[in-house]
């Protein structure tokens, strides 16, 4: 059976399923190419708030490339190369998307699925979450762009434990070592996921757009003048001016 990658949208909120769960929720060339299509029409679709990223089943957010779909061509390191190249693309489409992105991680969490996972905004754990990176038992480099991500979110010591001891770690090591932002229990993922998701899409949209873009581009080494502008920008909008209004409005019901 062939794996895919779908959406579903409710209301302002969306969701993109990795669906393999027979292997893990592994990817092969098809559902990495659905993926980067999937975020152009997320881009394309104003009406979103929230992306939750996660994956179908219990065993797996994401095992990575799926090796039997990677080393069935007579030439092998072709097909790897395609794969990565199809995987930074995906990537970068996610990167372009305004909105926040909450992963949803339980079970394993490997390889091309730590990148993935370091593309979102917001990790949210399972407790039964296994972070690891096993590249270097095949003598692969990982991507230089997910290495840099790596090395910001949790430091150079983390990421040589990661990619040169090929040793995964357990959510509540993850979660101190700064690779995900909150554990909870298995059971309790997908709840607390959707939650925060809907708390995030009550807000105005423009102003966590901004939020999203102006920490993205500081901790990129954008021009301080210009995050300064964005931010005055964003608070010159209208939508600020309507809540303020409706917070007076409400105090003053209160009041009287």
């Known amino acids: 059976m062939t794996g895919s990658v779908h959406i579903d949208l409710d209301s302002t909120v969306v969701t993109i399923t990795i669906d393999n769960p027979d292997k893990r929720n592994s990817f092969d060339l098809s559902m990495t190419r659905q993926l980067r299509d999937i975020a152009g029409i997320i881009v394309a679709n104003r009406d979103i708030r929230v992306v939750i990223l996660k994956g179908e089943g219990e065993r797996a957010f ?13 030439n092998i390191l072709d097909s790897v190369y395609e794969m990565e190249d199809m995987l930074e693309q995906a990537v970068a489409a996610l990167a372009t998307i305004e909105v926040p992105i909450i992963a949803a991680m339980r ?3 490997l390889g091309g ?4 996972a370091m ?3 917001i990790r949210i754990a399972a407790a039964d979450l296994k ?3 096993p590249a270097v038992s095949l003598g692969l480099v990982y991507p230089l762009d997910a290495i840099t991500k790596m090395v910001t979110l949790a430091g150079p010591s983390t990421a040589k434990h990661l990619l040169i001891g090929g040793e995964p770690y357990d959510a509540a090591t993850a979660h101190a070592k700064g690779l995900v932002d909150e554990v909870v229990p298995a059971a309790e993922l997908l709840v607390r996921a959707g939650a925060f ?8 949209p423009d102003t966590v757009r901004a939020y999203k873009k102006i920490i993205n581009d500081f901790t990129s080494g954008g021009e301080i003048e210009a995050i300064e502008e964005m931010r005055s920008r964003a608070n010159r909008a209208g939508e600020l001016i309507d809540r303020l209004v409706a917070v007076r ?7 009287s």
């Open 113 to 116: 699925g730590v990148q993935l």
């Open 62 to 74: 994401c095992s990575g490339g799926d090796f039997d779909a990677m080393t069935e061509a007579d």
């Open 131 to 133: 972070f690891g990176i």
């Open 197 to 204: 998701a809907e708390r995030i899409a009550m807000y105005p």
């Open 119 to 121: 593309t979102a905004d």
């Open 249 to 255: 409005r409400e105090r003053q019901l209160k009041a």
């Open 107 to 109: 079970g394993a969490c």
